[in-house]
């Protein structure tokens, strides 16, 4: 005869075991550990486990960042472009014209 045994599935549970697994094995040093480490950090901002979707949140922070150190890039290339064209320009100018 069929016979069903339900079972629980706690998922907290299971996300703590698995970061004291991660950090006992940190703890040891060993290559596990790491794995475990870049894979944590891997999942630290990208999918939430318990409901199943992603989290924008996190990622509309990282695209942020990333606009503002790109603006920050072209502004500092920008600063550097007009400082060496101003200072070596005339020079220039002058050897061509010769």
């Known amino acids: 005869m069929y016979s069903y045994k339900p079972r629980y599935w706690d998922p907290e549970k299971e996300d703590l075991d698995e970061r004291l697994k991660r950090v006992e094995d940190l703890k040891n040093g060993s290559v596990d550990a790491a794995k475990s480490r870049i894979a944590g950090g ?7 486990k ?3 979707t992603w989290n924008t949140q996190y990622r509309r922070k990282q695209v942020a960042r990333s606009n503002y150190i790109l603006l920050i890039t072209f502004v500092v290339l920008g600063l550097l472009t007009f400082y060496f064209l101003s200072r070596y320009m005339p020079s220039l100018a002058n050897l061509l014209g010769n």
């Open 42 to 48: 891997f999942k630290k901002g990208g999918f939430r």
């Open 50 to 52: 318990g409901n199943g």
